[in-house]
């Protein structure tokens, strides 16, 4: 794929043309997100009894327990109030990957991999903390991580 960036003349609106034989769900994706003008720097989350807007490279991952959805910082658990099909979603062509049925983490936010038995893996955050990667999420992970195929 080769992707060209140009800068219009002075006094020429700025225009996106997209040329391919076949549109893939990931490239409407995108076209969807750019004309809705979509703000993906952070995520309206719950603090107490606060709204609070969350920078989500801040975020080391999602994990939904009892129908409920959390967002983990390094010192701090938020609620949100999407689903985690729908953070997947709202965080697609992003450095969040699904890892279980629960969790979603932000691969920028891990310091090291360590293979465990039965294929999966363990996750070890730059916070210290451990999460495990299911056997099934690992060629995703490894895909998204430009290591795997």
Do not use: Q
């Not at 701090?76 to 983490?105: D, H, P, Q, W």
């Amino acid at each position: 794929m080769k992707i060209t960036i140009e800068t219009p003349l002075p006094g020429e609106e700025d225009e996106i043309i997209i040329r391919m034989a076949e549109l893939s769900d990931e490239v409407l994706k995108t076209v969807s997100r750019l004309k809705d003008g979509a703000n993906h720097d952070t995520i309206a989350v719950n603090l107490d009894e606060n709204i609070v807007m969350l920078p989500i490279k801040e975020i080391l991952y999602f994990d939904a327990v009892d129908n409920r959805t959390f967002a983990y910082t390094v010192d701090k658990c938020y609620k949100v109030a999407k689903k985690l099909y729908e953070l997947e979603e709202f965080l697609a062509n992003s450095s969040f990957v699904r890892i279980s049925k629960n969790s979603i983490v932000n691969i920028r936010m891990i310091a090291h991999l360590s293979p465990e038995f039965n294929g999966r893996f363990i996750a070890k955050l730059k916070n210290g903390e451990d999460i495990i990667i299911s056997r099934s999420y690992v060629p995703t992970l490894k895909k998204k991580l430009g290591i795997g195929r």
